[in-house]
Structure formats: structure tokens, C-alpha cells
């Protein structure tokens, strides 16, 4: 079984934000990065599938130089090799733009499986393994809390509303996004980390994927990212406790809007 993870780095969760000076985004130069966390566990339902069935695990990441770290830390957990997507015209991708060149790779690639995290845990859009599927023509399944081999292909069990599970059996290849908390991630052991640097991690640009470049503008753009102002407001009820109860309710109703 041929598995592909894809890998987004995104801040540390307690890094210290602060909005750029474009006032469209974060300012990116003293922060630090991390494996976004439900791609951590797609990671690790990777890892399990190939030592319960055999196969291959793929590391793969887009981004700059400095996405690396991840594709390294994947590959000292037990992936076999990485994947870095590397282009100026990956810079500000939207989840479309990100699907493309994950979906790119991946048929340059080819796969038996894709696993992407549900969503990221800076933009949050839960789109881009959706999409990637699409793109893939694929069959995909969504908030996925468990993945076994099955005769022909997966059978895997999403979450769905109340507490309830699904169960669904899909032919492979396929797309799977991976809900967080499925498993215990592991960490990368001393001889995991010696072996990493051994690993081959290729370089892929637009042109080795067959990309253009003008295609992956993005079809959504952050405008503006502003702090919440904080303001305090209290009113106090008075008169009867009948009339002030039903006042009460009245505020939350109509002006709250709680219910």
C-alpha cells in the first residue's frame, strides 16, 4: 500500500501572534512551527496501516524551505521518504490552490491512499482533502476515526452528529481526511532520527508537476485581520421577580439572541 500524507506547518500553538504590518495576516518572521495536529494523526494512522499491511509512507509537504522540519520529523516517526513542494507560486495558496498542487503530486506520484488532517489549525478550512479528492477523482470520506484494510479497499468509520458513527467501505484509491485524537502519536526515537538524515526528501516545483503558475492564484483572499474590541456592558433588572424574569428572558430573546 502506496500512502501519501500530507503535512501542513503551521505556528506553534503558543507562539505569540501579532498582525502584519498589511494588516492581512500574521507576521510570520519570529514565529515558530509545528506539524499541524490532525495531519500529526493522519501521520500516525499512516505509520499503522503500513506495519498492519505493508507498503510505503510518503511525507509530503508544500511551503518554503523551512517546511522541511516537518517532512523530517515525519520521516524519523517511520515515514519512508518526502515529498517538499517548492515554488514562488506556492506562496498565500487557498484551499483550492493547495488541493491542486497536492492533487498533482500525487498522480505524478500515484497512490493507493491520500490522507490529509480534517482541517488546519490556522486557516481551518477543512476543504483541501475534499477537494484534492475531486481533483484526484477519487473516492473521499470525511472525519475519519478509524481505517482498516479491507478485500478491494478501506473500511473506515467517520464521526457524524450526537455521538454517532458511520461505517463505509471504499474502493482504493481513495482520499481520506483524518479527525484529531483517533490514535496515540508517537515520537521520533534516537535511532529514527539517525536514520531520517538518510531519507531522500525530492524537490518538486510547477513545472515538474505540470503546474501553471497563473492557475494557482488564489480564487479567496484575506483582506483584512483585526483584533475583537473589548467592551463591557451591564444592565441591572429591578422591580418584581415575575417582571424581571420575563424582561430578562425579553433581552436574551430579542437583543443576546440566545434562543
Not at 522540519?69 to 506562496?91: N, T, Y
Request: aromatic share 4%.
Amino acid at each position: 500500500m502506496k500512502i501519501i500524507v500530507c503535512l501542513k506547518q503551521v505556528p506553534r500553538n503558543d507562539s505569540l501572534l501579532k498582525i502584519n504590518e498589511q494588516a492581512n495576516w500574521i507576521e510570520e518572521r519570529d514565529l515558530t512551527y509545528e506539524i499541524n495536529e490532525s495531519d500529526a494523526y493522519a501521520l500516525e494512522a499512516a505509520l499503522q496501516l503500513k506495519e498492519k499491511n505493508g507498503g510505503e509512507v510518503i511525507a509530503l509537504s508544500v511551503g518554503p524551505a523551512r517546511v522541511q522540519s516537518v517532512i523530517k520529523e515525519a520521516l524519523a516517526r517511520g515515514a519512508d521518504r518526502g515529498l517538499h513542494l517548492d515554488d514562488p507560486a506556492f506562496a498565500g495558496l487557498d484551499a483550492f490552490g493547495a488541493a491542486s498542487v497536492i492533487s498533482a503530486a500525487a498522480r505524478l506520484e500515484g497512490f493507493d491512499l491520500v490522507l490529509t488532517g480534517l482541517q488546519s489549525d490556522d486557516h481551518g478550512f477543512a476543504q483541501t482533502g475534499v477537494i484534492a479528492a475531486e481533483l484526484l477523482g477519487a473516492p473521499h470520506v470525511t472525519i475519519v476515526m478509524d481505517i482498516q484494510a479491507a478485500e478491494g479497499g478501506l473500511r473506515v468509520k467517520r464521526e457524524l452528529e450526537s455521538g454517532y458513527f458511520q461505517h463505509v467501505t471504499i474502493p482504493s484509491p481513495s482520499v481520506l481526511s483524518i479527525q484529531s485524537g483517533i490514535n496515540t502519536l508517537r515520537y521520533a526515537t534516537l535511532k529514527g532520527i539517525l536514520g531520517a538524515k538518510k531519507k531522500e526528501i525530492k524537490v518538486l516545483d510547477a513545472a515538474a508537476l505540470g503546474l501553471d503558475a497563473a492557475a494557482l492564484a488564489p480564487k479567496i483572499q484575506i483582506r483584512k485581520v483585526y483584533l475583537p474590541q473589548k467592551n463591557k456592558q451591564t444592565q441591572i433588572i429591578e422591580g418584581a421577580p415575575a417582571a424581571a424574569a420575563a424582561s430578562l428572558v425579553e433581552k436574551l430573546r430579542n437583543e443576546a439572541r440566545v434562543f
